[in-house]
Structure formats: C-alpha cells, structure tokens
C-alpha cells in the first residue's frame, strides 16, 4: 500500500531508470527557479533545467544533477521526471565534466560561422557541464 505521506518519485533517462522509490521530499531545477515537491502537490507540468536535484528520504538526502527535462507531478502524490542526464553528485567524473566545458568554450569561440541552433546547443551543453562541476564540487568538500 502507497503512504499518503510519502511521494512516489521516478526519475527516467534516455538510458533508463535512475530512481523509483517513495520519498519524503525532492527539490527539483525548473525554467521558473528550484521547486520543491512534498507529498499530496498539486498537478503540475513543468521544464527541468540543467542543476542540482536533492531528494529526501527517512532523514537522508540525496543529491544529484540533471541537465534537462520535464517534471509530471500526478494525482495521488507521484512524480515523474524525464531528464536528458542525470547523475549522483558522487559519481560525477569532474575530469570528463571539465574537459567537454572547455571543449565547449573553445568551440563558442567560432560563434560568427556558426549557425544560431548549434552555438544554442552549445550553450545547453555549457549548461550542463558547469551544472555537473558545481554539484561535483559542492558534494566533494567535505
Ligand atoms: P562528453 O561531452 O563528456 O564527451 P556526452 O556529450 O556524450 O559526453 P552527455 O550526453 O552529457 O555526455 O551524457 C552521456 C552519458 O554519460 C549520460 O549517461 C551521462 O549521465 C554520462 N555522463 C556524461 N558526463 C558525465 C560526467 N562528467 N560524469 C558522469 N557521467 C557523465
């Protein structure tokens, strides 16, 4: 049986699924700023940007980092996000994250020969590496 006092909360990639549990709470990156979901939320559509996800649950947190996607909060107290990427701060590889952001700046170099929707790519992908090495970084220092 579903306790009313938890959420069900499933997080889906391209690659599969990330997360399936109940949970307290998740703080989630939106288009609108940082949303934080409890359990009974009201229905809800929204777009994930790329930053850092944190889910509760009996007391611990969890935090990750996502580079996109949408949320569907559901009747009845379920969430589902389809993010684009998404990974636990402690498995980010910091390394792999810095050099696609540098490889990123460097091409954001030729902005004048590029065409408007690849230096927007560009950019999400600025996005989503910076998102990757803040998380990294916050969750390494101890
Ligand atoms: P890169 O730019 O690093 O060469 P990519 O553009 O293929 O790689 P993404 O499309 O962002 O990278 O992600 C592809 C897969 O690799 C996803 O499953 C993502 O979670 C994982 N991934 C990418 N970068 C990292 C990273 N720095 N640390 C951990 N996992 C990563």
Redesign the pocket.
């Known amino acids: 049986m579903q306790s009313p006092d938890k959420l069900q909360f499933k997080l889906v990639?391209p690659?599969g699924i990330v997360y399936d549990d109940a949970i307290d709470q998740v703080s989630i990156p939106t288009a609108a700023g940082e949303i934080t979901v409890l359990p009974r939320h009201i229905p809800l559509v929204s777009i994930i940007s790329a930053g850092e996800l944190r889910l509760k649950k009996d007391g611990a947190e969890i935090p990750l980092v996502v580079?996109g996607g949408v949320l569907e909060i559901r009747p009845g107290s379920q969430l589902y996000v389809l993010a684009d990427?998404?990974?636990r701060a402690e498995?980010?590889?910091m390394e792999?994250?810095e050099a696609?952001r540098a490889r990123a700046e460097e091409l954001m170099k030729q902005k004048e020969q590029m065409a408007d929707v690849d230096f927007a790519r560009l950019q999400a992908k600025m996005e989503?590496e910076l998102a990757?090495l803040r998380v990294g970084r916050k969750y390494r220092k101890i």
């Open positions: 990639t690659d580079s990427t998404a990974e498995h980010i590889d792999r994250a696609a989503k990757r």
